[in-house]
DNA sequence: ACTACGAGACTTTTT
DNA sequence: GTCTCGTAGT
């Protein structure tokens, strides 16, 4: 009696979710349904009583395709999902530690570092070892920890036979100590981390060994080899591991991922067929053809072909521009004929190798009056202001956190400078210390003694103030008594940092309605909630990837744009040296990742594709002149048709119009004149002070607000 | 303690 | 071209 679940599926699908209970290797191409498989794989095991929601864990890299996941499941099955286990790597990490921390040796309120945060601790590391960062960059200290523990290498582990590996090795371990000191984990240490106490501990290793004895994972060519031995430690005998990937869509073995994994899984879980999802649901023939072909120019493929029941449908068009300039018109040109086509704006991409091609695509967008989207960037609790705030709730929450303690110390100033923080950096070191406890000690005498000692107090006074309040009145107290916000205040041109602290309080009145509104597993329900705040600006500091919704054009780059699929893509810079990138032609299998790339780009387009390249183009502020990319050639050309040849040069509107239409008249600028921004878009002008150089307007740019700009900088357009 | 200027880098990026 | 970082100068 087949099941109303499982009704739409293809022979493949309907396999793949019906598999009995072994580990599986399911090679999902781009397009075929992949997540739809997951997520009816778990509801149909639920339903036919083959598992209880207890007895499931699913594993994914980003929070999105988590929640995504969640969604779909509880979509199709009438039950709570909340007894499962949907999480990334990262967050069901930190769920194992934050429950059994003293197990795992890290204090209860332990926090965790980003990216930047780690960075810091490094380079604050080397200085109190009087390292020379001239021979030993940060970076790539911190590269090389990264990959070892990405590795599941521990420093004592390190096989180091040069000086240099040996020095590394020394700061490894130096860092280790330091975080341990301070209880702070990294992202590789929550894996490495959980790896250790669950190899270490047998009996928790056997009691969710015993509960999870359904594994699924999800992108799985993008593990790393420690994600792999923590999949293969946590997966008892009887447990099957579901796993879903596409070597062919292996784009992140700069960050440690190993497509390998999937062939090591096959042989190390004994699987026994691998499952090919191969009919593409999402593009055209000629599309599918295309990344077909490019996609067989690699070797040590586990080998697939897309294909779909629809028609070929267009050739790809391929333009070959003169300049970038020109290039970025004709795709402008190209947009406006597809909307009058009644294609949606937000149905467009723009897709580019490297985030520096969006400003000439976003300027002659802009200067079309073409509303776009970009992705990437910094996002919001990544934010300097931000982090301050949230550096102060940390010391709250642990004040031994000495990167916290060092971000806001002198932050708004209140005389700590450099001298005092050498003394106490001293203090600390010499008695093996956090900063805190130094600062603590009374040991520092004089002037500086006092202003550390008036520090001191103010945390501790924020401390029993927060003490019982709600999150957001915490946050609250915090950014008005830390003097942050009147910081802000008092300057011209750091109002929209004030804008930010303040959305930091409502992003906590949000998270603490959702946090509330569900219901929690016993292990979570202990914990403060500031803590569990802290975390999850870490753990999830904002998706990088778009959202639907709002009507413009799609920009980003290739790697963002993995997993989406649009009505019509452009996928501009197809040279030499920008893609494939130069710097991928010197690694090991770079431009095998690069052709991945590629195919990753062709298949996120549904119905119309694009591909430019320029003859000329300012790289570096230089002109450099390339040569298409091999890419091109690789792809038949029987799916391609040429658009105009770039002889001469497409016809542009120069931004240098657009100036000298401002400087023509002698007052451009009035109150009630439209004007736009590149950042902030269309406004009205409702405010003007002072002249020439100094002159400012206030501009009412409505949802995204109202501002002061200098004429000078803020480089307005008139409407 | 804050600003200003110059040097140098500069693929991709989630957690 | 544009951003970040570090140092020197006020």
């Not at 969710?208 to 593990?223: A, G, M, N, P, W």
């Not at 704006?345 to 969006?358: E, F, P």
């Not at 387009?605 to 183009?617: G, I, P, T, V």
């Not at 497409?650 to 007052?667: D, L, M």
Request: hydrophobic share 40%.
């Amino acid at each position: 009696m087949p099941s109303p679940l499982l009704h739409g599926l293809n022979p493949e699908q309907l396999a793949a979710v019906t598999l009995p209970h072994e580990s599986a290797l399911i090679l999902a191409g781009a397009g075929s349904g992949k997540t739809r498989v997951l997520t009816t794989r778990i509801a149909h095991l639920i339903q036919t009583g083959q598992a209880s929601p207890h007895g499931i864990l699913a594993v994914t890299f980003t929070n999105k395709a988590a929640k995504e996941m969640l969604s779909r499941i509880s979509a199709m099955l009438p039950i709570n999902p909340r007894g499962m286990w949907v999480g990334t790597f990262h967050g069901l990490c930190n769920r194992l530690l934050r429950t059994h921390h003293r197990e795992a040796g890290l204090p209860a309120l332990f926090q965790i570092l980003d990216h930047q945060d780690q960075l810091s601790a490094i380079k604050r590391l080397l200085k109190s070892l009087n390292v020379d960062d001239e021979k030993y960059p940060p970076k790539q200290v911190q590269f090389f920890i990264n990959s070892n523990k990405d590795q599941g290498i521990r420093s004592a582990k390190v096989e180091a036979y040069d000086d240099y590996t040996r020095r590394l090795t020394e700061f490894y371990a130096a860092y280790d100590a330091q975080c341990q000191r301070e209880g702070v984990v990294d992202f590789a240490e929550l894996l490495l981390r959980t790896y250790e106490l669950l190899s270490r501990n047998e009996l928790l290793r056997e009691h969710y060994r015993s509960r999870f004895k359904h594994i699924l994972v999800d992108e799985f060519q993008d593990t790393n080899r420690l994600q792999y031995l923590w999949l293969k430690l946590l997966a008892g005998p009887d447990a099957a591991v579901f796993a879903v990937g596409d070597d062919d869509q292996s784009i992140y073995a700069f960050r440690g991922a190993q497509a390998s994994n999937m062939q090591e899984f096959e042989r190390d879980f004994h699987v026994s067929k691998v499952i090919k999802l191969e009919q593409n649901y999402r593009s055209h023939g000629n599309i599918l053809d295309a990344a077909n072909a490019l996609i067989s120019q690699n070797l040590h493929r586990l080998g697939k072909n897309l294909w779909t029941s629809e028609g070929s449908g267009e050739p790809i068009r391929v333009f070959a521009a003169y300049s970038d300039h020109d290039e970025a018109a004709f795709i402008v040109d190209e947009i406006k004929a597809l909307r009058s086509e009644d294609v949606v704006l937000s149905g467009i991409a723009l897709l580019y190798r490297s985030n520096a091609q969006s400003r000439i695509l976003e300027h002659a967008l802009f200067n079309a009056g073409l509303p776009y989207r970009v992705y990437g960037g910094l996002r919001f609790f990544e934010r300097q202001e931000v982090k301050h705030a949230l550096a102060y709730l940390r010391l709250i929450a642990n004040s031994g956190d000495d990167g916290a303690l060092l971000r806001v110390i002198n932050f708004p100033a209140r005389g700590i400078g450099a001298r005092t923080l050498e003394q106490l950096q001293t203090l600390a070191t010499e008695r093996g210390h956090t900063l805190w406890d130094a600062a603590a000690s009374g040991l520092l005498g004089g002037k500086s003694g006092s202003s550390v000692g008036a520090f001191l107090q103010l945390i501790e006074s924020l401390r029993a103030a927060c003490a019982g309040l709600p999150l957001s009145e915490q946050i609250e107290h915090v950014l008005v008594h830390s003097g942050l916000i009147a910081h802000y205040k008092a300057s011209k041109t750091e109002a929209e940092r004030v804008e930010n602290l303040e959305e930091l309080v409502n992003a906590a009145v949000g998270f603490v309605q959702e946090y509330e509104a569900e219901p929690l597993e016993p292990d979570q329900a202990a914990q403060d909630i500031l803590s569990v705040f802290l975390t999850h600006a870490t753990l999830e500091a904002g998706e990088h990837q778009a959202a639907v919704g709002s009507e413009a054009l799609q920009l980003m780059t290739v790697h963002a744009a993995k997993g989406l699929e649009f009505h019509s893509v452009f996928l501009s810079g197809l040279e030499e040296g920008l893609f494939p990138h130069e710097q991928s032609k010197n690694e090991a299998d770079g431009v095998e990742e690069e052709r991945r790339l590629m195919y990753v780009a062709l298949t996120r387009a549904r119905r119309r594709l694009y591909l430019s390249y320029a003859q000329s183009r300012m790289l570096h502020g230089q002109v450099r002149y390339g040569i298409p990319s091999r890419f091109l050639s690789e792809i038949p050309p029987a799916l391609l048709k040429q658009i105009s040849g770039a002889q001469t040069p497409y016809q542009t509107e120069t931004p240098r119009s657009v100036v000298r239409n401002s400087s023509e008249s002698n007052s451009p600028w009035h109150i009630g004149q439209n004007v736009a921004h590149a950042k902030f878009g269309q406004g009205v002008i409702v405010n003007c002070e002072g002249s020439g150089a100094d002159a400012r307007v206030q501009v009412n740019f409505g949802r995204n607000g109202v501002k002061w700009l200098a004429l000078e900088y803020a480089k307005l357009e008139p409407v």
